[in-house]
């Protein structure tokens, strides 16, 4: 086994165009590090619907060099193979199409830029157009600019919120593919994702794949301009624009953006994270990159606190953006916490852009179409969003967990997902986005300002109106997948009964499908309540994260809320039931 491993490894190195890590394989080799080469080569990073995200280093179950020019060459054969053609608008003068252009973005992670130009090289090779973004950019950006410049697909690199060791290569397909009218920008699902799969494994080498020194075009700063004028029209004109905020980008690439669409939006200047302002690939203020994560947000409240000892009044918002600027975290003053702020939970800000897109009149615009009226969620998300989109006559829909669903369901008009992602504008970013989000977030506080009112009293006022919806997870990190296997194996055998005291009408098995949702590793279990819980419904979903090595379990209680002095021993009721049903969840997964 030793010696096929060892044989398997050389010929990886020699394949492999990057001297570095070539240098690191060898060492490897050398060192006769048995267990690290296995881990290596135990199979080769899966293409699915997330692309590829993996750590980096050497060998077919990293990111490097090597893998990204496979992708990219699988990629741009399967482009070849739809015979792609660009948007009309897109085309050269005298209507005559010519070869499909592929837009690529990175971020500043370590390597990006190199996988970003190999893909270009790989892309121009196979006898397609690469534009490559002019410098690294928010992940929205790159959004954007497929359906902006007419492309067929686009590539952002990027891992988003995973720790520095990692990287990754997100693929979104355009207009100009089979398939994917009127949904262009969006990231590929099934079955474009086993396709690009079985060309990327059709590759017989890095070395059989053309890639020629230049032919790519660099795209000008015109595109970022192009996304900023987009981005400012998500707003009511002369709508308030006075909000305090302090924003940090977490060491990212979001703080040129962001704070660029502020200003062509009338809002005051954010109070920007010093520590955190500049992008750093290796993250050194906070253990993840990831604003849900404990501490990451420590330096932003030390900021807010610091401002609002030196101007007397505390900042309105506090809001972060993850590395790639896709998501969007916001926290509001909270002085009977340690911190003096609160983290308000994606359901939270999910819910507040809905209503205020509802109370400005703008549920029905801002789609591809006047008929563009959907508001979406996850099965993930809370159902809160259910609730005032009935209260407003808009129509709802529920997908699986990701934007790579909500951004093809049908007259969109506003998604979001709970772990921080929102799209207030599918026809100029059909994706998550965190600046388009900020900027709706800051014109909300800055109205709710102007009526002397608060986030935290619009809040209590969607509960009183739509009974208090209260969401928790239990997220577990693991070194070992297998827990995760076990666990989900453990509760389709002996699904629970009961959680919390409240029983389960419901064990839904995703795996299996429905009318409405493709199949997907998860579970889902409704609980009824009564008026002796104080609970109306209740539910939990179960299901490995597609991006990280975690088993996450939803929770959402609802309890009627008759007024508003009731809200306090409300929301001490539904912690107390989350807190159980999260013990029971975990005795009963065996984690």
Known sequence: MQHELIARARDWLSDDPDPDTRQELTDLIEAGAGDELAARFAGTLQFGTAGLRAELGAGPMRMNRAVVIRAAAGLASYLNRQRPRPAQDAQPAGGQPGPGLVVIGYDARHRSADFARDTAAVMVGAGLRAVLLPRPLPTPVLAFAIRHL????????TASHNPPRDNGYKVYLGDGVAGTASRGGSQIVPPADAEIATEIAAVAGVHTVPRPDAGWEIAGEEVVEAYL??????LTEGSPRAVRVVYTPLHGVGRETLTAAFARAGFPAPTVVAEQAEPDPDFPTVAFPNPEEPGAMDLAFATARATAADAGAAPDLVIANDPDADRCAVAVPAPEEPAGWRMLRGDEVGALLAAHLVRTGRAGQGGQSATDTTFATTI??????????????????????GFKWLARVDGVRYAYEEALGYCVDPAGVRDKDGITAALLVAEL???????????????DELALAHGLHATDQLSVRVDDLSVIAAAMERLRAQPPTDLAGLPVTSAQDLSQGSEALPPTDGLRYHLAGDAGSGVETARVIVRPSGTEPKLKCYLEVVLPVAAPDALPAARARAREVLEAVKRDLAVAAGI
């Open 445 to 459: 506080a800055a109205g709710l300002r102007a009526e002397g009112r608060t986030l935290v009293e619009l809040l």
């Open 150 to 157: 007419g492309a067929v697909a686009g590539v952002e690199v």
């Open 229 to 234: 004028e987009r981005a400012a029209s998500v």
């Open 380 to 401: 993930v998300s809370s159902s809160l969003l259910s609730r005032i989109a009935a209260t407003a006559g808009v129509p709802y829909a529920e997908t699986l967990t």
